[in-house]
């Protein structure tokens, strides 16, 4: 099987990927997807290319990467710019520990809740829902 080959067709494309149509064509809307040519009166075909480009688009929003860094990286995708999807990355794993530090932080509040919860059980007043309501 060769890359020229397009032997998907989009619903073929989706079930391999494991996505829906219409992701697909989301992403193909955001520019993040190539749509092909319809042959005259024909469907759509799409390649291997394509299935690779959209398992990297599926993996990379796994990483918690939103659309606007998945644009860039695969823009980036020559195998001449690694220091630039190094940045990307960079910066959104600095994005990712400041949200594990709030949600430690959550945690620990949820935690301290729920203990105070715990200690005033068959009181009239709910620790949890009095910290939450103020």
Same mark, same amino acid.
């Given at each position: ?7 998907? !067709? ?12 219409? !992701? ?15 042959? /005259?009166?024909?469907?759509? %075909? ?12 599926? &993996? ?14 695969? /823009?980036?995708?020559?195998?001449? %710019?690694?220091?630039? *999807? @190094? *940045?990307?990355?960079?910066? %959104?794993? &600095? ?24 200690? %005033?059980?068959?009181?009239? @007043?709910?620790?949890?829902? &009095? *910290?939450?309501? &103020?």
């Amino acid at each position: 099987m060769t890359d020229d080959l397009r032997n998907y !067709t989009i619903g073929t494309l989706a079930r391999t990927a494991g996505v829906n149509i219409e !992701t697909i064509r989301f992403y193909q809307r955001k520019k993040l997807m190539r749509i092909p040519e319809r042959p /005259h009166g024909g469907i759509r %075909h799409y390649g291997q290319q394509d299935l690779k480009r959209l398992k990297f688009v599926k &993996s990379a929003q796994r990483l918690g990467f939103n659309l606007e860094e998945v644009a860039q990286l695969l /823009h980036l995708d020559d195998g001449a %710019h690694c220091k630039q *999807a @190094a *940045a990307v990355a960079e910066s %959104h794993l &600095s994005d990712v520990r400041k949200r594990l530090e709030q949600l430690k932080a959550m945690e620990a509040a949820l935690a301290e809740l729920l203990e105070e919860c715990q200690k %005033h059980s068959g009181e009239v @007043a709910c620790p949890l829902i &009095s *910290a939450l309501q &103020s």
